[in-house]
């Protein structure tokens, strides 16, 4: 998993690799997510992660994990422009999914 930190132009600041998954899943906490935003007072941030299995069809977990997400951005007033889940050679956003 990837945060992209923006700046209030949407120019990126920094790219952080936030986890390393197995194969099967991830453990990812929210609070983690957005820490890289909070320390360097940027307000947007994009998500994004991969499926080692080429299909980026996101997992219920995938949705309830950005569903946490977006409650979490509303929260602390950062902007998550987005959660892009990615295969090979496609991929999906979950904002166009969700409609956030």
């Known amino acids: 998993m990837h945060i992209l930190v923006l700046d209030t132009k949407n120019h990126l600041i920094e790219r952080v690799k936030q ?3 197995t194969v099967y899943s991830s453990a990812t906490r929210i609070s983690e997510v957005f820490r890289p935003a909070i320390i360097r007072n940027c307000p947007h941030i994009i998500v994004c992660h991969n499926h080692p299995s080429g299909d980026p069809a996101p997992s ?13 951005a ?3 007033e950062i902007d998550l422009l987005d959660h892009l889940v990615i295969g090979n050679p496609r991929y999906v956003s979950l904002k166009e999914r969700l409609h956030w």
């Open 19 to 21: 986890y390393k998954g």
């Open 60 to 72: 219920p977990e995938d949705i309830e994990f950005t569903r946490q997400m977006i409650k979490a």
């Open 74 to 76: 509303d929260l602390l």
